[in-house]
């Protein structure tokens, strides 16, 4: 892990020193909106938020550091009690790198951005609750792998050296939670597998 850290370290210095040199620009973007999540046939409902930065390769095409935050949350009616509310919430922090391809129309930036996560953050909650009781369930599950990787799309209004725009991203992942025991030590397992995360989301950014 230190040496990959290094070897990046060594890259972005590198590449910055090169950018500097050159009419080539480092950009930075942060990116925030709306989310839908499908686990399972499962829709989640949330909010997002991420920053990249961006370095030059060649002319338009740039590598890139990112780390992103989503956090959404599913309620359902329960199969144990017709009075009963299913409500799950999912936390994830992740981290990865990015490409993007961009070229412009006039004053419009478009941005074609692949990139790959690994999430280093997780907490996926159940809490069951009943309508005639004080009384709720809840278990967290430990999650053991979580991966996504995508693609967004971006058009971005420049002015000076600022960015800002509507982005849309497409991701498709992985998650694995291991089985849990709830509050009334019932074990009980997490929907696992391929997932889909869509975002809607309005980015700002400038470039250095």
């Not at 997002?48 to 590598?63: E, G, M, R, T, V």
């Not at 498709?172 to 997932?195: C, K, L, M, P």
């Amino acid at each position: 892990m230190e040496r990959l850290f290094s070897i990046l370290f060594l890259f972005f210095f590198s590449t910055f020193s090169y950018a500097n040199d050159s009419d080539m620009k480092v950009n930075i973007l942060a990116s925030g909106g709306y989310s839908n999540v499908i686990i399972d046939d499962n829709y989640y409902k949330g909010y997002n938020a991420s920053i990249k930065l961006f370095l030059p390769i060649i002319s338009d095409l740039y590598f890139g550091l990112g780390s992103k935050f989503e956090s959404v949350s599913n309620s359902k009616q329960s199969n144990i009690s017709s009075a009963g509310t299913i409500s799950e919430n999912l936390t994830s922090i992740f981290i990865g790198i990015d490409l993007a391809y961009k070229f412009s129309i006039e004053f419009v930036d478009f941005q074609i951005n692949p990139y790959s996560y690994y999430s280093i953050y997780d907490n996926w909650q159940r809490t069951t609750s009943f309508s005639n009781s004080s009384i709720s369930i809840t278990g967290t599950a430990s999650i053991n792998t979580n991966i996504i990787y995508g693609i967004g799309c971006s058009a971005l209004f420049n002015y000076d050296s600022f960015y800002f725009g509507p982005s849309f991203y497409y991701s498709r992942g992985y998650i694995e939670a291991q089985n849990y025991t709830d509050s009334f030590q019932y074990s009980s397992s997490f929907n696992s597998g391929v997932y889909e995360i869509l975002n809607y989301n309005i980015t700002i950014g400038m470039f250095l």
